[in-house]
């Protein structure tokens, strides 16, 4: 991996976003600067200005700027690296137990249910909660996330059935990931758009640390004191872990208050009828209820897909994609008349936007396609332990931390992120396509490895680029829009991948066994197949053991293929984006990454 060059600084200019070069560089690639593809995104100041002045949160973030030093900024980075400690190390302790906990209850397919229905609550409620980080500040929302993922995480290990901790489980999906993005626009509010990938590296730095002690604290829980008592640690590591990062914006924000840059609420009055309705223009709360309401009724059949032994749904809930898809239609028609949007509609149409959706949703597709039961499939079929599933199934967190710092300096040093998509495509196509064959029982675990490796580069590569297309093309009073809108085509992708996943597993598994194992009545096998401790407990080389890995191979290959299909349509979508220089859109100002 290059090293960053000297002369790229960690921290950008204490001005503002601009590298202090008012002399326009040639684009990467190009002769001439006046080049027919050198798209440069002009944003209206007058525009800008009037929008930011209807969304206090957008003022606090910029008054917070302005009053910070670089060494505030710095100490307020180390406080994100505490609190992204405390998030991801969380999250490997729940992943590798995650199986263990749904197989207590005999619930082991379950998993891609529960995710689904978490993906669905968590991306739908990513665009309230940018209308309310836009409206009272990123601090607030900030910490209303972290209580709500600590609610979660302490009815976790409170669960005494399956539904209590697959309710749990949705309510703590929604908030982690509730923080996740609102700490991704703090850390935008505070980074220039050409340092914002390297900004967004040093934020996801802790996955270095935390995906090698992860399985092992996950693997000594379950050995030791038990998985219960490991969300309750998790619990309270998050939020004393919070409280430096929420302290500091606090502080600046007073301070910003004393100075006369960010001017005191005004003491609302009581509530009327046309104060209500105000709000409701001011939140778009229609556009929210279309856009809500029609990605509830496309994704619902995807659950029940997901969760179906036989694959089928009932016809009343099939035909509500045509309902959704109205709703979605609806809200489009909505937002190009509505007085306040919740996205502005030439946004929302443009090519940088739609094209960076529909990669999420593909990308996304395809990975929870492949990645459902991995880690179970590692340690029924290549004998792994947890810890060692463990590293392999989260080589993709780790590699990907490390890859961004290249992304974010190649990005840096040519002014462009097409190119590295383009040059991205073929490395995860490749990755996927090479898993068809290697995911098998007879493969040796280095070749699993080495396919996981070719999609960690190529699909972190893209995934950091299509964060840099929709934010080239926003200004800062929409940064918050367009990345909630990003957010949630990522989890539809990942509902869809989930559904696709459990509805191969729930299909080809039991199959599988029934066929391998003739002798054993359907109780047994269906104890089998929701049970990975029962799977686990036969010997390597039992022919019962010998059954179940014969069943995860086929199911595995399935899902790959699916994946691979799916990948495909990635070539679409960065194909119609924009080639725009990042250094042509001044977003933030004041002392910022």
């Known amino acids: ?76 980075y180390s406080f994100i690296f505490l609190i992204s400690f405390a998030n991801t190390l969380q999250y490997q302790i729940m992943s590798n137990l995650m199986p263990y906990v749904v197989s207590e209850f005999s ?32 601090p607030q ?77 996950a693997n000594a829980f379950l050995n030791g004191s038990g998985w ?48 209500f309705r105000q709000s409701l223009i001011d939140f778009d709360a229609l556009g929210i209820f279309l856009a809500a309401g029609g990605l509830t009724l496309i994704l619902v059949p995807f659950s029940l897909l997901g969760s179906s032994a036989n694959n089928s749904i009932h016809s009343s809930v099939a035909i509500t994609p045509v309902f959704g898809i109205l709703l979605v239609i609806a809200f489009a028609v909505h937002e190009r008349k509505a007085k306040r949007p919740f996205i502005r509609f030439s946004l929302l149409c443009s090519r940088n936007v739609a094209g960076a959706s529909l990669l999420s949703i593909t990308i996304f597709i395809a990975y929870f396609s492949w990645d459902g039961f991995y880690t179970s499939y590692l340690q029924v079929v290549h004998d792994l332990t947890l810890a060692q599933a463990g590293y392999i199934g989260h080589i993709y967190g780790i590699g990907s931390c490390l890859w961004s710092v290249v992304v974010g300096y190649l990005i840096r040093r040519t002014d462009r992120f097409k190119w590295l998509a383009l040059a991205a495509l073929p490395v995860h196509l490749l990755g996927g396509f090479l898993m068809i064959f290697f995911r098998r029982p007879d ?8 396919c996981q490796i070719l999609i960690t580069i190529g699909g972190s590569t893209l995934v950091m680029c299509d964060q840099m297309a929709v934010m080239a093309v926003a200004n800062h009073a929409e940064l918050a829009s ?10 539809i992708g990942s509902a869809i991948g989930n559904s696709l996943s459990g509805a191969i597993w729930n299909s080809t598994l039991p199959e599988m ?31 019962v053991r010998t059954a179940i890995i014969t069943a995860y191979g086929q199911a595995q290959f399935r899902m790959c293929v699916t994946g691979v299909l799916v990948s495909l349509f990635e070539i679409l979508a960065v194909a119609i984006w924009k080639d725009v220089r990042v250094s042509s859109n001044k977003q933030v100002e004041g002392t910022v990454f």
């Not at 002009?42 to 930011?52: K, L």
């Open 107 to 138: 619930s082991h397919s379950l998993i891609p249910t529960i995710g689904i229905v978490a993906s669905i609550m968590s991306g739908i409620l990513k665009l309230p909660i940018a209308k309310i980080i836009d409206s009272w500040g990123r």
């Open 141 to 217: 929302g900030l910490a209303c996330m972290i209580v709500l993922a600590t609610t979660g995480l302490v009815m976790m290990a409170a669960s005494r059935d399956v539904k209590t901790y697959a309710a749990a489980e949705v309510i703590y999906q929604v908030g982690i990931s509730g923080f996740t993005y609102v700490l991704d626009i703090i850390i935008a509010d505070t980074s220039s758009l050409k340092d914002r990938v390297l900004a967004f590296a040093f934020n996801s730095s802790p996955t270095l640390v935390t995906t090698f002690i992860g399985p092992l604290i």
């Open 513 to 543: 066994l029934a066929r391998q194992l003739p002798q054993m009545s359907p109780t047994e096998l269906a104890l089998i197949a929701s049970d990975l401790k029962k799977q686990l407990s036969y010997p390597v080389g039992s022919a």
């Open 443 to 450: 493969a040796n675990i280095a070749w699993v490895v080495m």
């Open 482 to 491: 367009v990345m909630a809108l990003l957010g949630l085509a990522y989890y």
């Open 1 to 76: 991996m290059d090293d960053i060059n000297s002369q790229a600084p960690l921290l950008g200019r204490e001005s503002s976003s601009d590298d202090g070069n008012p002399t326009r560089r040639d684009s990467y690639g190009s002769t001439s600067s006046s080049s027919k593809d050198d798209v440069v995104v002009s944003i209206d100041p007058a525009e800008e200005e009037a929008a930011v002045a209807m969304q206090g949160g957008i003022q606090q973030a910029d008054a917070i700027n302005q009053v910070w030093s670089k060494s505030v900024l710095i100490l307020a």
């Open 228 to 275: 219960r008592w490991a969300f309750a640690f998790s619990a309270f590591l998050f939020v004393v872990l919070s409280i430096p990062i929420l302290t500091i914006l606090a502080v600046n924000m007073r301070k910003a208050r004393a100075r006369g840059l960010l001017a005191k609420r005004p003491k609302s009055g009581p509530w009327t009828i046309s104060k």
